[in-house]
């Protein structure tokens, strides 16, 4: 993701106007709001005159859309996270190979939407493996929102041998989310307090900031070093940091600088 | 396993001599000795002289024995499971695509060492999903012996899972054999005894009688009507009568008979 910001304040640097992101190119406000200083406009309206590049955000854009967006001429500039990129190869190639896609996600996010436009039209979202499943057929592909938990895929596809017969699973979990949820369950269990740095909106930080609390352990997310209370830190000997793919550095030293200056509100 | 017990008996009415099996074609010691009685001779020897006929048995027979006996000049008679021979090309087909090949089922069973033939030299056998998985690598293809219970499979790709990108998983389970063993927890559940009728060496015999002793009741596996006692049934009211796949039926209506008739030693 961090490749994807410095590419595009990249361009906003060469290029004043004219520049559009199809949706918040990222899940962080604070970097959404940088950009857009810069020059870099959200927007989910694809016929806007304005528009002279596209830049597709790192959690992909629908294939339907993507060729409205050549049609109209734009340029296309594409910062799709590459595990995105492959979750959306895998899916179509399921499709091609004749398989059911199922996609374990969650139905409101871009990616799920973006993977969805791959997985053709008779595809299935199935979000954290709860609900009902539908009759899937004998052949069913299943691909995974990169920031999914790996249990989830584990219950979805013992859920679906139960049905069918032939199955194919593309485990395209970002490998570096897994590792950070692992990072930080090992980091959350040896503290006494969790901060969690990251866009509420950020799929993934918040299910970092989930599995703190289900350890259990004090966990605050929050998206700036302004939101720091120093009530959160009475009687707390250590406390552990971690945050999202998608929250930038300086957020992040912000937030470290003003705990060790024993700060906040 | 039926089809495969009257068709071997069909060309034992035809030709006198010279047919054999390799290995017993079916895990039922009774219907081997009449077998027997009628000439057809099971065997582990490739290069018998004597051999005519070599019948196939369900469980199928490793590729490179098969080959040989080609060679020897035998007549080839297939009784493969339909389930199995399934599985078999299921196998061979994960191996050519570049899938490691793991078969999940009991390393000494028949129908695993032949379908091992088919997953090439890399394949790995798993009994159970209890043991330490070796490095499977990214690309994991599994097939299943035509009797294992749905929940080992499922505990083997959730496994699988944690280590490998790309899984293909064909559920060869036996559907018969699965909704036996379903049927049968159900009726075990609302009788007081449970007579499991087959081969002390068939795989599904057995499984079936560790189902019903799981949840408890009392539990009895028997090859024939004789091995009954009437003992075992002081105070029941209810008893359930299940037996195995290659369990003939002149067994069981003998059970059946000796079991209304109060019998037993």
């Not at 590459?82 to 199922?102: I, M, N, R, S, T």
């Not at 374990?104 to 008779?122: F, I, R």
Request: net charge neutral; aromatic share 6%.
């Amino acid at each position: 993701m961090k490749k994807a910001i410095d590419r595009t304040f990249a361009i906003a640097d060469k290029q004043s106007e004219g520049i559009y992101t199809f949706g918040p190119l990222i899940h962080n406000p604070q970097v959404i709001e940088r950009l857009k200083e810069k020059g870099v406009i959200p927007t989910d309206d694809i016929y806007c005159d304005a528009i002279k590049a596209l830049i597709i955000r790192t959690h992909g854009m629908p294939l339907h859309l993507m060729e409205k967006a050549v049609q109209q001429g734009y340029e296309l500039i594409d910062a799709t996270c590459p595990f995105v990129k492959k979750a959306q190869q895998y899916a179509k190639l399921l499709q091609e190979d004749g398989y059911h896609v199922v996609i374990l996600g969650d139905k409101e996010h871009p990616e799920v939407k973006g993977l969805m436009s791959y997985a053709g039209e008779g595809g299935t979202i199935v979000t954290n493996g709860r609900e009902e499943l539908p009759a899937l057929g004998n052949k069913v592909g299943v691909v995974v929102q990169t920031t999914q938990p790996v249990e989830a895929l584990k219950k979805l596809v013992s859920r679906i041998i139960e049905q069918s017969k032939e199955i194919k699973v593309y485990n395209t979990i970002c490998s570096s989310t897994a590792l950070r949820l692992k990072e930080t369950e090992e980091m959350a269990r040896k503290v006494d307090v969790m901060i969690v740095v990251g866009g509420r909106n950020s799929a993934n930080t918040t299910q970092l900031a989930n599995l703190c609390s289900s350890i259990p352990i004090k966990t605050y997310h929050i998206e700036t070093a302004d939101e720091l209370d120093r009530r959160w830190f009475e009687g707390a000997e250590k406390v552990g940091i971690t945050a999202g793919a998608s929250t930038p550095d300086w957020i992040i030293e912000d937030v470290k600088k003003r705990i060790k200056d024993r700060g906040g509100r």
